[in-house]
């Protein structure tokens, strides 16, 4: 079955660096995501990703966000300088818009020190 | 954040039993419905889906209903198996875009 891949699975960051995340969705899919969970929080919508541009984002959303599709296969998550509050479970995803239904990565855990 | 509320954090059921689920929502603009269970260490997993024009759908041992008028969305999982075990968040959207989750209810089926 096809999947969405997430590398790496665990970042470590000091506070103020820049991170990337990174993730491989499925290859027929259109449709390309960022969530984060922040521990014991509910899973929130960071931006969604369409023909080469964001199609909605969100509050969390802010300057310090940034996505991209650099080469056709990735799609990355960069934050130019990490807060402690960025400390969450991000998960990309993808879909093709026939059911809305996502495939999810298996996230990725940054922790920012 | 509370346009989407899941207010059972846990359930546990029989093995061969139904499983309901349910989640409440405020927005009446949301369109879209979505259900996914989560493993540890795994992202969530699309289960079923729902939109604004029907009010149930079926895949196998997944049913979905949606009551609009009440605002509430339910899964019920017939026969509820020990795989089940997982927690199961709803999610909602007006776009199709943004979905909004809750946050989640632990289901254990118990052999």
């Known amino acids: 079955e096809p999947e969405v891949t997430q590398t790496p699975s665990h970042q470590v960051t000091q506070m103020g660096q820049e991170v990337i995340l990174r993730c491989v969705p499925i290859s027929n899919h259109l449709y390309f995501y960022w969530y984060r969970q922040i521990l014991g929080q509910k899973v929130e919508f960071l931006v969604s990703?369409?023909?080469?541009?964001?199609?909605?984002k969100s509050e969390i959303f802010d300057d310090q966000f940034s996505v991209e599709r650099p080469d056709g296969s990735n799609f990355t998550l960069k934050i130019r300088s990490t807060k402690l509050e960025d400390s969450a479970m991000y998960f990309c995803?993808?879909?093709?818009?026939?059911?809305?239904?996502?495939?999810f990565g298996s996230g990725t855990r940054l922790t920012v020190v | 954040d509370q346009q989407v509320k899941q207010n059972s954090p846990s359930l546990s059921v029989q093995e061969g039993r139904i499983s309901i689920l349910n989640c409440d929502y405020t927005?009446?603009?949301?369109?879209?419905f979505l259900w996914y269970k989560k493993y540890p260490a795994e992202g969530p997993t699309f289960l079923i889906s729902i939109s604004s024009i029907k009010d149930k759908n079926e895949d196998g041992r997944f049913t979905v209903f949606l009551n609009k008028s009440a605002k509430h969305l339910s899964l019920h999982i017939v026969p509820s198996q020990p795989g089940d075990s997982a927690v199961y968040f709803c999610a909602a959207s007006v776009t199709g875009n943004q979905f909004y989750f809750g946050t989640g209810t632990s289901l254990t089926v118990i052999p």
């Open positions: 990703f369409y023909n080469n541009e964001i199609s909605e």
């Open positions: 927005n009446s603009m949301f369109d879209y």
């Open positions: 995803a993808s879909n093709n818009r026939l059911n809305y239904g996502y495939t």
